[in-house]
């Protein structure tokens, strides 16, 4: 799908896997005051519990980020609000039905405001940014097990079969307070990068090294996106599988700031020329006037009452001999 406001193509899928009965995971893509938002949630909770607090969660980000009244605030406080909105809402679900006891959602989404994002996430839900052909994961799981690696108890290896891999110690819906992580700064983004979004049901069988290959082997992110899920139904599709594909087709970032640099220097420069130029006008008609009024003057000659000649001074000298 092409986002040409934004210059981004999406491709996405998801899948139900192998072992589940139900699709708990949801994932949306809309136009808010601050750019445009994507998102994937990975519902928990049993039967259709993780349904509704996936769909919940997302549907209350949108009210929160499509609200014009919280235009007022900066990107990433208003995506960070609209997440503890979100959780606010589930929580208020539970206590009004109590069979939804125990249901929520993590959460990852990128926001694009022309050549920059903004990301935030709660739970293990992932994002990647390919760019150069080269993968990097800009998220970092909210679980027990990262912080196991944190601490150099567990490797990154042992991680993968630990019993604890599903237990993440962030999510919307489950805690009072989500206090997801949000990047303060914008990230800029470069021609031709693809951003992926994905729910952990892809990363449990699907390596980095794996991913990136089949995204680089894919021109179309509609198609790769197929060809992951296909991966990681292939590797066991022991969980729910969503990814969100974005490819960026707009001007890189350093570019578009050395454009915006130039109209700036461009945008002073214009003003300074005007002045200068007056000044140097109002000098040559400075100028000019002077000489004028230099030239309307005349020089007035002294006049005497004595007319004295040479023969009267002679005459004189004699007289005072």
Not at 23 to 37: K, Q, V
Not at 247 to 262: E, I, L
Request: net charge negative; with cysteine; hydrophobic share 40%.
């Amino acid at each position: 799908m092409n986002i040409d406001t934004f210059n981004i193509i999406i491709g996405n899928a998801t899948d139900v896997g192998q072992m589940r009965e139900h699709n708990e995971d949801y994932m949306a893509h809309f136009e808010t005051p601050f750019g445009y938002c994507i998102i994937v949630c990975d519902g928990m909770g049993g039967h259709a519990a993780g349904d509704i607090a996936s769909q919940g969660a997302i549907d209350s980000i949108k009210r929160y980020l499509q609200d014009g009244k919280v235009t007022m605030l900066d990107t990433p406080n208003s995506i960070q609000n609209a997440i503890e909105f979100a959780n606010y809402k589930l929580r208020e679900m539970v206590k009004q039905n109590q069979a939804l006891y125990g249901m929520g959602t993590t959460c990852v989404l990128a926001l694009f405001q022309k050549t920059e994002m903004f990301i935030a996430h709660a739970g293990d839900s992932r994002l990647y940014l390919i760019r150069n052909n080269k993968i990097e994961q800009l998220s970092k799981d909210h679980s027990t097990v990262q912080n196991l690696i944190d601490a150099g108890v567990l490797t990154a290896s042992e991680a993968l079969v630990s019993e604890k891999r599903n237990q993440i110690t962030k999510a919307i819906g489950i805690f009072d307070k989500v206090d997801p992580t949000v990047t303060k700064e914008a990230i800029g983004l470069k021609q031709n990068d693809k951003i992926l979004l994905c729910s952990d049901g892809l990363t449990a069988h699907v390596s980095d090294a794996e991913i990136q290959e089949i995204v680089n082997a894919n021109a179309d992110v509609q198609d790769a996106a197929l060809k992951l899920i296909e991966k990681a139904n292939a590797g066991g599709g022991s969980d729910n599988i969503t990814v969100q594909l974005i490819q960026y087709n707009g001007k890189s970032f350093n570019d578009n700031k050395k454009s915006h640099k130039k109209k700036i220097i461009k945008m002073v420069s214009i003003p300074i020329l005007i002045i200068l130029m007056i000044l140097f006008a109002y000098q040559q008609w400075g100028t000019k006037l002077f000489k004028k009024v230099m030239k309307k003057e005349t020089v007035v000659p002294v006049k005497s009452d004595v007319n004295v000649s040479y023969d009267s001074i002679v005459e004189i000298e004699k007289h005072a001999e």
